[in-house]
Nanobody
Framework: QVQLVESGGGLVQPGGSLRLSCAASGNIGRINAMGWYRQAPGKQRELVARFFSSDGINYADSVKGRFTISRDNAKNTVYLQMNSLKPEDTAVYYC?????????WGQGTQVIVSS
């Protein structure tokens, strides 16, 4: 079994910054991809940023230049640095891990961007 523990969400004003963390533990196996998705009220879950294969990175167009994904392989942890936050970034952010081609999800962390 794999566990994903997220942290770092909260309330921030427009233009502010937050850093999300996701630590994976358990029987992780071979990691195929790891990253972040988000789901806003009334919308489908969407990719925000992820690592895939050995060194590939995807970003959603809406966050390019503002968000940065990074990782600590020794700790099986990924981070999402979110800068210049906008109200439309408000969502529940979910950590995703694909290990041995099986997807795992964290419980989600709420990010609210509002003045």
């Amino acid at each position: 079994q794999v566990q994903l523990v997220e942290s770092g969400g909260g309330l921030v004003q427009p233009g502010g910054s937050l850093r999300l963390s996701c630590a994976a533990s358990g029987n992780i196996g071979r990691i195929n991809a790891m990253g972040w998705y988000r789901q806003a009220p009334g919308k489908q879950r969407e990719l925000v940023a992820r690592f895939f294969s050995s060194d590939g990175i995807n970003y959603a167009d809406s966050v390019k230049g503002r968000f940065t994904i990074s990782r600590d392989n020794a700790k099986n942890t990924v981070y999402l640095q979110m800068n210049s936050l906008k109200p439309e970034d408000t969502a529940v952010y979910y950590c995703n891990l694909v290990s041995d081609w099986r997807p795992y999800w964290g419980q989600g962390t709420q990010v609210i961007v509002s003045s």
